[in-house]
């Protein structure tokens, strides 16, 4: 029976790990869930542990917050003698975070197969450090378990062999359709006197965005424009708390605390239009065939835009409320991506436990044909 770690660290990783848990260990895989303790709060874990039917992870890292450096290099340390100990076939890790680069950096050094669920997802924005995070990653990963042909394209583009490769699909939908109807019985939208279609949904956390007090103004000029159209409901991510409260918000944007899952998917699912800058958001959004506003300048996301329902508005204040206005006067129709069907984890296990004996698996090693960095170029003398 493998023995196979799955790594959470962070809200964002909860609802991709889950689907990822029960499909190894519905084919007999034994999995050990490792959480790094880069989210900690009730509101940006315990409520989504409840929501999502996880159980207590197994080992917990406690690495908290900090700089990019110091969180990275906690979650390092605890994790090292963590693999020394379980001895695991694979680790799986999931999307962009600090913890998901950790955690295979010392996976790729220590020995075992390393699986990345979301790889060749590219924003192009190496200011990101999300980008930073998915490029270094899927480089030290043995399999690139793609959500999409267009990151698949991605990875091919940059020289990743053919037999790392996986389209499987998008896990977070796998979880997103599993809990939808319990998610439309939640009482969230009598608990905030809201109708469904009778609000907007908004969320904002990158650091780009709501770090520097000038960029969150506009974007607060922006909202408090639509507002005035269409009332804003805003669930607030505690790295936004400060300066929000700060800068104060303008009428009709309502604050109320981060939302649950179950809650936060009802909130999606009867809301006229979604503005975010989350990445996820994109993904659930189409699924659910919800106009979607991203308040960026670019995405890793781009097939929501191209077969969803995201719009990609950028930052300046007067492009966000014209591209809302035109939104909300001619909704994108809904479209979602092929495997986007709750299949996806299905498939990754059955690529991570049927892909032959592990001395014929892929390693990364003499990857990266046609960047020149063939392996075995150099001729033995
Ligand atoms: C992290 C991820 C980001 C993801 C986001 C989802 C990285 C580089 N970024 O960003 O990709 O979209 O999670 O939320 O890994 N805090 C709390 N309670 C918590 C956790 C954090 O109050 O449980 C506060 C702390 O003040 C902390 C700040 O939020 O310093 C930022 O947390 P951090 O994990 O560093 O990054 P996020 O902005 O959450």
Redo the contacts with the bound molecule.
């Keep these: 029976m493998p023995r196979i770690i799955c790594v959470a660290g962070?809200?964002?990783n909860y609802m991709k790990i889950k689907p990822v848990m029960d499909a190894l260990e519905a084919r007999g895989a034994e999995v050990v869930l490792v959480h790094t303790g880069?989210?900690?709060?009730e509101s940006?874990?315990d409520v989504f542990f409840r929501d999502l039917g996880i159980r207590s992870p197994d080992r917990y890292l406690g690495a908290g917050?900090?700089s990019?450096a110091v969180?990275t290099g906690r979650v390092m340390e605890a994790f090292e003698p963590l693999l020394d100990e379980l001895v695991p076939d694979a680790v799986v890790v999931v999307?962009?975070?600090?913890?998901t680069l950790a955690c295979a950096l010392v996976t790729a050094k220590a020995g075992p197969l390393l699986a990345h669920v979301e790889a060749g997802l590219r924003s192009r924005d190496w200011s990101m450090?999300?980008e930073v995070?998915r490029v270094a990653t899927d480089r030290l990963s043995d399999y690139l378990l793609a959500p999409s042909p267009d990151a698949a394209a991605n990875l091919r583009s940059e020289g990743y062999r053919e037999d790392q490769i996986h389209v499987v699909g998008n896990v977070m939908i796998d979880t997103l359709f599993a809990n939808l109807d319990r998610a439309r019985r939640s009482d969230v939208l009598a608990r905030y006197g809201l109708t469904r279609g009778g609000y907007g949904l908004v969320t904002l956390?990158r650091?780009a965005n709501v770090d520097d007090p000038d960029a969150l103004r506009g974007l607060l000029k922006a909202l408090g424009e639509i507002a005035g159209r269409c009332p804003l409901l805003l669930p607030v991510?505690?790295?936004a708390a400060e300066r929000l409260s700060e800068i104060g918000v303008p009428g009709g944007i309502r604050l109320v605390p981060a939302a649950g899952y179950l809650d936060f998917i009802a909130l999606q699912d009867s809301a006229r239009v979604v503005l975010t800058d989350?990445?996820g958001i994109q993904e659930e959004t189409t699924a659910l065939g919800v106009p979607c506003v991203t308040l960026r300048e670019n995405t890793e996301r781009p097939i929501t835009v191209e077969q969803g329902t995201n719009v990609l508005a950028g930052t300046d204040p007067d492009r966000i409320t014209a591209t809302v206005h035109r939104v909300l006067d001619d909704p994108p129709a809904p479209r979602c991506p092929e495997l986007w069907d709750g299949r996806a984890s299905e498939r990754i296990a059955q690529v991570l436990l049927e892909g032959g004996s592990a001395a014929t698996r892929p390693r990364p090693t003499d990857l990266v044909a046609g960047t020149g960095l063939v392996a075995g170029t150099v001729p033995v003398v």
């Excluded at 880069?38 to 709060?41: A, E, F, L, N, P």
């Design positions: 962070a809200r964002p880069q989210h900690y709060d940006m874990n917050s900090g990019h969180q999307g962009d975070i600090n913890s450090p999300e995070n956390h650091p991510h505690p790295r989350s990445g």
